[in-house]
């Protein structure tokens, strides 16, 4: 069985694995000169950056990989518990501090908005549940595929169990339910963000990232999250994979309805039994598959679906230490209701922007030189659009993000920098074919986007599969990886008689 993956971002990377460990014979090809996708590096004068995830949830759903070659991923990486989860800096000047512990994180609110600690007991309660009622179900199936045709008694039978969850209730409605201190329910409404929505949009479903943070853990991988990739590669390597890297896919063979392999930009034509494609999967339909072959997505339907937001790095390098700054900071913005404004209905980065910064050397010596720090600095501007141009504007957009975090403690900043390095929306979309610039792929605002996301096995054409975060289950490192392993099993069922016994 010859399978070809297009693509070595988290969810090519984890079909390629998955299959290659159960005896099909995977040869993967990636445009950039190294795999890993958004997961990725860069370095200068002695500063190491992420230039993607800067931390580790659900570790059991990327263990997954490693199992399926007979590892474990606690053997292949340095895993470090992150003892405070982030620590949220509000714009009056007050801190908050949320410990991974699930008691001390109680204590903190409780000390910070003094009632507030027994609805946060509830809803840590509500995002369990919400976890356990949806991993089996949702995540580790083809919901979207299975509802696209017609559902089985058993998935029935899971979908009441989800709807007694109320998923209709937005994440706002589920954290206003919860708490009444406005800085709280701006902490909690961010989780919306972490896959590019709206928190009036989405579903309250999302709460279970509180679930995922305090239940599972969050962590932090020595020498930077791009050693997770490093290990997968050695992975891909040790269960035969071939890896084949500055090699961008301009096509896919179709014929007879059928994936027969690709075609690279260099006109070198591979054939295979079937592909897995890890580009994005909207883009990919647009840009890999001649028009005949993609009736679900015709280019007016597939140009509609909303994409997630995107992301606008500053990768600093100072001289100095910043003793407020945890592993993980979030800056808020003054009006977070003004900042989703922006974001989703004016299509424009917000005037006043909440700032994620990360600083891995406050952890981690390795990543900066001695007496220095890498920050990584984030906002979240909508996915590209019509409305604003970063090639004009993205240097006056760097001295609002510079402004705000030296008005907020982060004193001379702009003099102590050594090395730069700025992402805009255009970086995403050129670097990795994300669609528009996106970091999740496709909002999660409304319920088809969250929950009927383009499936895994192509509806459109036979022997092609989609993994990561533009297909189902979603964005995210650990989403992308059950992508890749709910396509890996599909991929086998399908063509069982390929496959060696
Ligand atoms: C700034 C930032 C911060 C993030 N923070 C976190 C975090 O803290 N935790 C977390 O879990 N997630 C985080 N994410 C999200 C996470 O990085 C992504 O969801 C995940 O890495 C995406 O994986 P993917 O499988 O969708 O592939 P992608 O990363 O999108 O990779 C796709 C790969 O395919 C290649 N490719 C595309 N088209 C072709 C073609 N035609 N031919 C050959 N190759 C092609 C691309 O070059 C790329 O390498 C973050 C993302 C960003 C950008």
Known sequence: MDVIVIGGGMGGLSAGIQLAARGARVTLFEKNERVGGKLNVWSDDGFLFDTGPHVLTMLWAIDEIFAAAGRRLADAVDLIPLDTICRYHFPDGATLDAPADRDAATQAIAEFAPGEEQGFA?????????????????????????????????????????????????????????????????????????????????????????????????????????????????????????????????????KNGRARGVALENGARHYADAVVCNEDTLAAYKSLLAPQSRPHYPDRKADAVETSTSAFLLLLGVRGEYPQLAHHNSFLSTDLEAEFGSIFDRHRPADDPTVGVACQSVTDPSKAPPGCSNLFLMTNPPALSDAFDWTREAASYREIVLNKLEAMGLKGLRDRIVVEQMWTPLDLQSRYNARRGAVYGLSSNGWRNAFLRPPNVCPDVKGLYFVGGGTHPGGGLPLCALSGTNVARQLQANHRREFPS
């Open 122 to 254: 509830r809803f840590l309660d509500y995002a369990r549940r919400v976890s356990d009622a949806t991993t089996d179900p949702f995540l580790r199936n083809d919901f979207g595929a299975s509802v696209h045709g017609a559902p089985t008694r058993e998935q029935w039978g899971q979908l009441r169990e989800f709807l007694a969850l109320k998923p209709w209730r937005t994440l706002r409605d589920v954290v206003r339910e919860h708490f009444s201190d406005p800085r709280l329910r701006d902490v909690f409404e961010l989780y919306a963000l972490y896959s590019g929505s709206h928190p009036a949009r989405s579903s309250g479903i999302f709460a279970t990232v509180a679930d995922v943070q305090w239940r599972q853990g969050t962590y932090y991988v020595r020498g930077g999250l791009y050693k997770l990739a490093e290990a997968l590669v050695e992975l891909a390597r040790d269960v035969g994979v071939s890896i084949q890297t500055s090699s961008p896919v301009r096509e896919i063979i179709v």
